[in-house]
């Protein structure tokens, strides 16, 4: 069964402590990973797609990795308004189009 | 920027009614789905359409749910008959191309209580 495992459930940084989130995957075989932000009560706003092991993509704080059995979002410098959830979530050839999410890792970054 | 709309914002129904939630894709996309989050669960998906039928269905897409594209621009989701737990997030969301990996917008969401 296509699973997505997201560590950790909560994180509590300062401004300007740089963390990592994990996105552990098992699927037959993977069409592509994606990263979203969602805050409370609106949906998910698409960040990254990555699509094979050893890609990387960034944008402004953010920096998201893949590796053959999970992906790593790394927060640098974060601030307040960086805070929300972040869902990562994976397609895999055998389930079409759909996408399978993690639980989420809720970010909370305070200054 | 396109964005996905998605109408009510919030919708309040009695068991066993029937709702009908509605979305407005980006309007150059060919792929359509319907996603629900239950309360402090996972984003579920629960159907994709495209070329004006059903792509693929979860299981939680039984009988008492249905998808249309009434004309070319407003993608619903029917719930025949609504229970307690169909009360959830639902989210629309559309991608661009018929790919093999092709990034889902997703909408805002209709909060559907159902009491």
């Known amino acids: 069964e296509d699973q997505v495992t997201q560590s950790p459930e909560a994180l509590r940084l300062q401004e300007g402590e740089s963390s990592s989130l994990n996105c552990s995957y098992t699927?037959?075989?993977?069409?592509?990973l994606f990263w979203y932000r969602q805050d409370p009560g609106k949906g998910p706003e698409f960040l990254f797609t990555l699509y094979s092991a050893g890609e990387e993509k960034e944008k402004e704080r953010l920096k998201a990795t893949l590796t053959k059995k999970e992906s790593f979002l790394h927060i640098t410098a974060p601030k307040p308004e960086d805070s929300a959830t972040y869902l990562c979530a994976v397609q895999a050839f055998q389930a079409g189009t759909a996408l399978i999410f993690g639980k989420g890792t809720t970010l909370s970054v305070s200054s | 920027e396109p964005e996905v709309t998605q109408t009510p914002s919030h919708q309040v129904t009695q068991m066993g009614q029937e709702v009908i939630l509605r979305c407005v894709p980006i309007?150059?996309?060919?792929?359509f789905y319907w996603y629900r989050q239950i309360l402090g669960q996972k984003v579920e998906f629960l159907v994709s359409f495209y070329n004006n039928e059903i792509s693929e269905k979860s299981e939680i897409f039984d009988d008492q749910f249905s998808v249309e594209r009434p004309d070319g621009s407003n993608f619903t989701l029917k719930i025949r008959s609504t229970k307690l737990e169909d009360s959830a997030m639902y989210f629309c969301?559309?991608?661009?191309?018929?790919?093999?990996?092709?990034?889902?917008?997703f909408g805002p969401g209709t909060r559907l209580t159902v009491l």
């Open positions: 969301a559309s991608s661009a191309l018929l790919a093999n990996t092709d990034t889902q917008y």
């Open positions: 309007s150059n996309h060919l792929y």
């Open positions: 699927v037959s075989g993977l069409r592509g």
